[in-house]
């Protein structure tokens, strides 16, 4: 098997990530993903539950996040949010699914933290990630 | 004497006195239709012409004594004297009175082994002579091979003219190779007016000399069919088939029903046969015991086995050790729809389950605190995503089990918990009580771990463990599962577990496992077993102790019993590792000991095979009771006979229960105009 023995950016191992299909990415700095603008959903981490869940209103009608139907989603400030909070990420991370229902046509999760931060993020949710540093 | 080495006592020979002949019924119950002969009794006379088995014989002197009655149509029997009797004209047969069936265990055994599944009982009568030897051991000891030995072997030779006292012979005897073999000139069949054989298939040469082996005197329990003519290790539908002894005949003994012109019940004494016996054989079979036997200690080891062998233990159980994710998708497949994994982080749980049911039938949710409550259970009239989700493949694949996961239950408040009571109590199996039912074909499985495991996590109410049909620990990383599905190819990763029969079929059987309501009936006061304490720090097993920690009660012996009827259904196994998970470390071990109790079918009420059973405690008796209500006798006469047993066996407060609960065999019931 051939090795390449080079040194890439972080933007570049992304790039090179977002060849596997159905990874979800963790990004430190994120700068990393601004190739990404314009192609990608951004949705910050903190915001509200419903943006994180597909949630039932009445009529037998359901409430889906915005990013719901692009191909790349940018999870911003991961750190930001207690660790004991991030349990609605696992599946997002996992089975690329949310609130049972798998997602349609998001490829790539990338959750981007402040570098040095990885330390904020939920167990659970890391050992679901590729952790992607410079 | 005879009666406790095995023979028939007068009673059961001649009758008790009122009757004519011993019941014909009650004699097939308790020994068999069927016996086969040694080649040592065809040797001297036994003629098996006809089927290579035969009728047992049996007579009664009448008191005229001209005669000799035939049970059942008996058509072989001894006739020394010949001629007067219709039945006695196929031949002279040499006979041997049958062992008390239920007389086994009282018999000091020799040994016992397990052969193809033929329970083979060696008596410890010692030994005698009984099959023809090979060929070329013929040759061998023809060319005065071996060594003789001082001792002999005697049989009853009386020509079968004569009418004298018996007169008989001893047969000289060698050892080879450690064999015991005896010579004897073949006798000439009286009569006799076609080939006689040997059970290889040798014809009977009369006159010419040949050697037979002797051999333990073995017992074999297990099922003649007279149709096939074959043994076979479980009765067979729709044959008249019994219990019986394979080496029925007994050596070289010939009856002769009439001594001196006596043949009255009470000259049974006088008989040739009893003479034989008490005089001759049972001191050269005492002779041949093995003396070093300390016979009490092997008794003892045979009754320890008889009591549990294979085929007759209550329920096959599988002593082994099954792999978490074995064990998953063995409870699955025999019917259990709420299992909780436990384990720490990337143990595998996911994976467990996701290989098992692929991505396709598979639904996951994640609890997390501070998540909308309409996101597990609905918001108004609609259901969540997750359920709509999930009975879509559920439709989609009605014959397959379809599962739903609900991860990190113990990374979310007992608050968040709750939501979802309803989903996983197996006696609501919705969305909320009452509302959104999850398809039968649905498995809920959660996903958790202890405090001790991580330490954000909060502890498990006790009512959502409890609900719980089964708690399997998963260990971290285990590195034998995780090979296994590493090397196997993707697209067979999941498994796909079909619909259990037990969830599309319900049969006509009692609520509750018979024998799960004996064991629970056997434990009433022991610590523990009917009902233990949860505490919610240990989770599902305890990190000073190692031990599993199980929450007993009615709900977890319901799904023991569930789980037990689906394994008879599927005719596997009973996993003893799945049974510790449901009832814990030692509930679950005493409980498999249980199980592998002597079982009752029907075949064995039928035919009086009770040896092994013991219905003393008020627990054997309900499981006595339990099995014959799941019994479904074909008639009239099957049910008069179970409720014989039950009455028999285990009183009449017993039978009254079963008369309260049974219904009538399909039969009657068509004949009252009744639903089946």
Known sequence: MRVENRKLTAAQKIQQLLKLENESLLVEGEEAVAFLNGQAFVVDALAPQTEFAVLPRNGGQYTFPKWWDTQFVIIRNLDAVPIKDQEKFIQLAENHSVSGVSIPNTTHIIFTITKGNAKLVSRRVYENLVHVTE | MYEKETFLSKEMVLGDGDNEYVDSRLFNQVFGLYCRATDYAIAHGSDLTWDRPCRWWLSSPVVDGAYVYVVNGIDIVNNRIGGYCSACERGNVAVRPASLFSKIGDVPPNAVMDDDGFYRIKVGEGRYPQTIATPKIQKELNRGAGQKLSHFFTADTVKCDERDEPRWTKHECRSLNGHEYVKVEIEQVDGSIHDNYFIDGTVVDIGKTLWFEVEERERTVGWWNPETLKWSKEPEAGWETWIVDDRGLYAGIQYEHEINGKCKESDFEETDIYKFHTEVFIKEVDATKDQSINIQHAREEVMKNIEVPKRKSRIAVNMGELRPKDKFSHAVEMGVTSIMLHGPSEAGKTAIVRSTFGKELMTSITLANGMKPDEVIGHGDTPPAWYVEHCKKCKANPDKMCCVSIDEVTHAKETVQ?????????????????????????????????????SDNYNMPEALFRRQELHIDVPAFDVANWTGWGLSKQDENAKYIKRPQVLTERKERTNIHPVVVAFVQANVSTEGVLYSSYDEEIGSRDPRTGQKQRTLGQRKYEMVSKYIYACEDA??????????????????????????????YLEDVLCGNTTFLQYETVAD??????????????????????????????????????????VPPPSAAKEQGGII
């Open chain 2, 418 to 454: 709750s939501l979802i009571y309803p989903i996983t109590d197996p006696n609501s199996r919705s969305v909320v009580y009452g509302k959104w039912a999850l398809p039968e074909n649905t498995v809920v499985t959660l996903m958790g771990n202890s405090k001790e495991e991580s």
């Open chain 2, 621 to 662: 008796k309900i499981y006595a009771v339990g099995e014959a209500l799941n019994m479904k006798p074909a008639n009239e006469t099957e049910k008069a006979s179970v409720e014989q047993f039950i009455k028999k066996y285990c009183g009449d407060d017993y039978l009254a229960l079963y008369q309260s609960k049974s």
């Open chain 2, 571 to 600: 005719g596997a196994a009973v996993e003893s590792s799945i049974i510790g998970d449901f009832l814990g470390d030692g509930v679950g071990r005493a409980f498999c000991d249980f199980l592998q109790k002597p079982a009752l």
